[in-house]
């Protein structure tokens, strides 16, 4: 599996990993929890490390925590998490709950979510850092929200991962974000890559380029998350996923090699058309 090095440290990630989200049910739902643990098995299975949630995504963490438990809690999990609390006095508090929903001893890494309170969550985050509560601190956006202010804090801020949007048709970040985050060496994490599976749909629609080999892509979804993780600044991409079969696809995309600078433009050319 490929993987790229955090800059702040070295360490590797794969470039593919997942997010999970709110099951859509209440928390006790055994059958739809069991659905999440496998889907997490899947991941761990084909060697992806991260999982990514947050306090936003109702029962989320309460079903992470289970799945954790249900795989006997799998060694070399990179717990990627959120403050997303508007009174910066209980985000302390959040974060507790969060790592007692997910049942681990502590975070690798904690986001400052859509830029909520960020100064003093940023505080917070950054202190827990200092004091080996923490390994990471990053600040998220995505559909391309906030960019000016993602950049500020970037800029001005030690912080060691930024989130946002990216994919093959939604490239704003290409401009500044991504050239910012390589200079001044913070890994970037890609949500929404496949539009919430709405780019999807309307690609596949199409049948793949007669090309696509060149990419190393074997299916819509490969092509577009292997356009993305080889961005040379893109750390990981994660693409939200809910079911088994569509984890082992995704997490197929960051097998054999990544396309070169002058196949991924080719790729985005050939969607423009489409």
């Not at 070295?10 to 055994?30: F, T, Y």
């Not at 889907?39 to 309460?62: K, T």
């Not at 989130?163 to 890609?190: M, S």
């Not at 079911?243 to 990544?258: I, S, T």
């Amino acid at each position: 599996m490929i993987t790229k090095l955090i800059p702040s440290t070295g360490e590797p990630l794969p470039v593919v990993a997942d997010v999970e989200r709110d099951p859509a049910a209440e928390a006790d739902d055994r059958l739809l929890q069991d659905e999440c643990a496998a889907v997490m098995a899947a991941v761990f299975e084909a060697g992806g490390r991260m999982i990514d949630s947050s306090p936003m995504y109702g029962s989320a963490q309460a079903t992470i925590g289970y799945g954790l438990r249900k795989l006997g809690g799998p060694s070399g999990v990179f717990s990627a998490d959120k403050v997303w609390i508007g009174d910066p006095a209980d985000g302390r508090g959040q974060i507790e709950r969060s790592r007692e929903n997910w049942g681990v001893l502590g975070f690798d890494l904690r986001q400052v979510h859509n830029l909520v309170s960020w100064q003093r969550h940023l505080e917070t985050l950054l202190a827990m850092k200092a004091d080996r509560q923490l390994r990471y601190v990053g600040i998220t956006t995505s559909e391309g929200r906030r960019h000016a202010q993602i950049e500020r804090v970037m800029a001005s801020q030690p912080i060691d991962f930024v989130q946002v949007t990216y994919n093959v048709v939604d490239r704003e970040v290409e401009a500044r974000v991504l050239p910012l985050a390589r200079e001044r060496g913070i890994a970037v994490i890609v949500n929404r890559p496949f539009r919430e599976g709405r780019l999807l749909d309307q690609l596949e629609r199409q049948p793949l380029p007669a090309w696509v080999a060149e990419t190393g892509a074997a299916s819509w979804a490969q092509f577009i998350l292997k356009f993305i993780v080889a961005h040379p600044a893109v750390m990981c991409a994660i693409p939200a996923t809910t079911r088994v079969d569509h984890v082992r696809e995704n997490m197929a995309a960051a097998l054999g090699a990544l396309p070169e600078e002058a196949i991924r433009q080719r790729m985005a050319h050939h969607v423009a058309q489409l």
